[in-house]
């Protein structure tokens, strides 16, 4: 006689979080400026410009290598490159 054992995987499901309603249900690329147009039920345009700014990315170089000492030159050094969110 077997035993049923329930699934592993059934123990690490979880209900979906509540989802959100967004004001849109259709959108468009805008041919001249490649942005996203956002459209209601309606066909009416709706403005979702705000509360967001653009990533900028800055560079802010750190290394690390060998230190030069020596008769042979240094080893090429690694750089880290950090990304940086600026509103507009």
């Known amino acids: 006689m077997s035993v049923a054992v329930k699934p592993w995987g059934l123990q690490r499901l979880a209900p979906y979080p509540n989802t959100v309603h967004y ?3 259709r959108t468009e690329i ?3 400026t490649q ?3 956002y459209f209601d039920t309606v066909g009416q345009r709706v403005d979702m410009s705000g509360g967001h700014g653009t990533n ?5 170089p750190t290394s690390t290598g060998a230190d030069g000492g020596g008769s042979q030159p ?5 750089s880290d490159a950090l990304e940086d969110h600026v509103p507009d």
């Open 30 to 32: 805008e041919p001249e």
């Open 23 to 25: 004001p849109f249900t």
């Open 56 to 60: 900028q990315s800055t560079s802010s």
């Open 74 to 78: 240094p080893a090429p050094a690694d």
């Open 35 to 37: 942005t996203t147009l």
